[in-house]
Structures are given as structure tokens and as C-alpha cells.
């Protein structure tokens, strides 16, 4: 039998034991009692030391491991395959997204991973008009006739787009409705998704390696299906910089990142509240707050935002790139550190050297009249600084 490759993620003691086993040929009945005792159930559905050896040959191939690490490409897959697509028991790989640069980044995981993939388009137009007929409507693709489903909006509780598929990246479509013709067309290039005013491309990229679906069920414990997955050991014991990348990756699929007037935060939801407690724990663990509430996780605060971007959290997604960038850039509130509010504020004030109100103050730092009015209060009220009330409008100064 040949030795497991030196990347191989099994190459412990217990291992060791399992592969002298079956280079000794011992009962098969030893070989599973090894084989359990290191808490892989594949193990259990092998019967022989041949099957053991089998799978060791599996188990170790080039794409499961680097180094024998958790790396980053891997954790960002495992964790993208399980909020936006689904695996099944063959082998079959499929992540889904209307964002282009998205399609980009699930590719080049793929690739990543030396995993053939291909992509696939669908494309949904909105009628136009409330149909009566269904025999009425046609389409055609570039001049053929082309096979379509309905769609029902299920807030509206009507038909109203009909969706296909294609692996064309470009298009000219012709929807006829009795005597009416619609003209739509779309094209990709490079990170674009181009398409005409009711027409909206959804793409999704597929893969298939068996292999791999072992590995995650097997090995990492996971399960496809929104209900159930949890964050894997690996990543728990990953390094900051992946977990906060991986994380990332998780907003870019499920997440949102809110920046509007004082509003900024970032935020994950999904029904699975055990997941979500996962993530707030790890992130914990890392330095990083947030907030959970049942359905969601949030993380507010200008620390985490600088935490996070020192980590290097990078996000794909153009929109939420952009986002996050201008909450960077243009943070409005500029928070003060905790425990420090009391030495910036009576700072500032002595730096002035006289008296001021709270709009002209806020105007000066550049804060929001609200949360100036909200510290200058506090700090009167505590003997920190003066106010002068003589007037209907209070000035606040400092003694030097």
C-alpha cells in the first residue's frame, strides 16, 4: 500500500494505527473498532481493510488540505455551498447568485480547488401584461423557439415572469403575447450582467466531485440544508484573518451592509439561530461584538468596522463593497473609544478655550448634534465641565 501524501489532513497517530492495521492485515473487526475510535462514520459502512485502504486513497487527494490546514480557498467554499447553494449525496455542487462578480468568486473557488465547474443562466422576464391565455404566449431565443416556465409572485398571488435557462452568454429574445412583440436582450462581459428593463439574469455554477461531498459530510461534519449547518471545528480554530475572510464571504452571500444617515451596520440573517450564535461566538473570540436577536445578527460600533478591516475583511459583492468602504471612510459619528469620552470631550473644549454651544460644537467635531448634546450633558451633570444657562441656548466650556 503507498503512503498518504504528506498534505493528507488524517496523518495523526490514530491514523498511523489504522494504516499499520491494514499493512498487517489484521481482522477486519479491528480495522473498524480503529476506524470508529477516531470518530469518522465512513468508516463504519467499510468492511475490510481494502475498503479502509480505499478510503484513505479518497481522503487524500490534492484539494482537501494545504499543509495540513484549514486554508482559506477551502473554508470559504465549505461555507458558501452551505448559505447560498446545496450539494447531494452523488457528488453534485451548485451555488447560485444574481451578482456577476459573485459567479466570479464561486468559479474561482472551483478552480481553486482543480474542480471542473460549469455555469448555467436563468433568465426571467417580466410580462408585460396580465395574460389570459397561457397558449398564448411564446418565446423564442435568437430566432428558435425557446421552452419556458411560469412564475408566480407569491405576494401578488399571480403569474407574472416566465424563467429558462441557457448557457449562451448573450441573447436576443422575442416575447410574443397574441398579436404583441417584446424585445429583450442581454449580454455578459466580464463582471457585467447587461440585459434589458424587465429581464433579469440569475446564474449558477456547478461542479461535481464526489469526493469532496465526502470530505464535507465525513470529515467536517456538515450538512446541506439552512436549518442545520453549524460553523465546523476547523474553522473555530482557524486563525482571525480566515475567520473574518470567511466571514465575509458569508455576508457577500446572505448579509447586508447598511450605510444610511447614522445607520451603519452589518448584518446576517437566516432562521437558523444556532448558526448565527456560532458566528457570534467566534467573532467574539477574535475581539469582534455583535448583537443577536432571533433571525439575525448585527454589528454596529466603529471599533469592530476598524477590527474587521485590519483582519482584512474584504468583500466581493460590489454594492456592499462599496458599502463598507464609505463606512471606512466617512464615518459620520466617529465613535469615541469606550472609557474615553470623558478626556476627548473636556480635551476639546480646553483646546477651544471658550464657550460654545452644542450645535456649534458638533458642527467643529464634525458629530452629530444629538450625540454631542448627549456627552456634553453628561459631563455637566458629572462636574467634568461648566455650562453657562443664562440664555435660552446653553454654552458649554471647560476651566484650563
Known amino acids: 500500500m503507498k503512503s498518504a501524501p504528506a498534505f493528507c489532513p488524517f496523518k495523526s497517530n490514530k491514523m498511523a494505527q489504522v494504516e499499520s492495521i491494514i499493512a498487517s492485515r489484521e481482522p477486519k473487526s479491528a480495522s473498524i473498532k480503529e476506524a470508529q475510535n477516531m470518530n469518522l462514520s465512513l468508516f463504519k459502512t467499510f468492511q475490510s481493510s481494502k475498503g479502509l485502504e480505499a478510503f484513505l486513497n479518497k481522503m487524500c487527494n490534492p484539494f482537501i488540505l494545504k499543509q495540513n490546514s484549514y486554508y482559506l480557498e477551502l473554508a470559504q467554499l465549505v461555507e458558501i455551498l452551505k448559505v447560498e447553494g446545496f450539494w447531494t449525496k452523488r457528488g453534485a455542487l451548485s451555488i447560485s447568485s444574481k451578482s456577476p462578480e459573485l459567479i466570479k468568486c464561486f468559479s474561482n473557488l472551483f478552480n481553486n480547488l482543480s474542480m471542473s465547474y460549469s455555469i448555467d443562466y436563468t433568465l426571467k422576464i417580466k410580462l408585460p401584461i396580465d395574460y389570459l391565455d397561457i397558449k398564448s404566449i411564446s418565446l423564442f431565443e435568437n430566432g428558435s423557439e425557446k421552452r419556458f416556465n411560469f412564475e408566480k409572485n407569491v405576494f401578488k398571488g399571480k403569474i407574472d415572469k416566465i424563467a429558462f435557462s441557457t448557457r449562451s452568454k448573450s441573447g436576443i429574445y422575442l416575447l410574443k403575447i397574441n398579436d404583441a412583440e417584446h424585445y429583450f436582450q442581454f449580454s455578459i462581459s466580464g463582471n457585467q450582467f447587461l440585459s434589458s428593463p424587465g429581464l433579469y439574469v440569475y446564474s449558477t455554477v456547478r461542479a461535481n466531485n464526489k469526493s469532496f461531498v465526502v470530505f464535507l459530510e465525513s470529515v ?68 469582534i461584538t455583535s448583537n443577536f436577536s432571533s433571525g439575525r445578527l448585527t454589528i454596529t460600533n466603529n471599533q469592530n468596522f476598524q477590527k474587521f478591516s485590519d483582519l482584512g475583511f474584504e468583500l466581493v459583492h460590489k454594492t456592499k463593497k462599496q458599502r463598507f468602504e464609505s463606512i471606512l471612510k466617512g464615518y459620520t459619528k466617529r465613535q469615541i473609544l469606550r472609557g474615553s469620552s470623558k478626556v476627548f ?23 452629530s448634534k444629538r450625540v454631542v448634546s448627549h456627552y456634553l450633558t453628561l459631563l455637566e451633570r458629572t462636574g467634568y465641565i461648566s455650562a453657562d444657562k443664562s440664555s435660552k441656548k446653553f454654552l458649554y466650556y471647560a476651566e484650563s
Open 345 to 367: 470631550y473636556v480635551g476639546q473644549l480646553k483646546l477651544l478655550n471658550r464657550k460654545v454651544s452644542v450645535l456649534e460644537f458638533s458642527k467643529i467635531l464634525g458629530k
Open 220 to 287: 467536517l461534519s456538515e450538512k446541506s440544508g439552512t436549518y442545520d449547518i453549524r460553523i465546523n471545528d476547523f474553522l473555530k480554530e482557524s486563525s482571525p484573518f480566515i475567520i473574518v475572510r470567511v466571514f465575509a464571504s458569508v455576508i457577500d452571500c446572505e448579509g447586508s451592509i447598511r450605510y444610511s444617515g447614522l445607520t451603519r451596520n452589518i448584518r446576517l440573517r437566516m432562521y437558523n439561530d444556532s448558526y448565527l450564535m456560532d458566528w457570534k461566538n467566534l467573532l467574539s473570540r477574535i475581539g
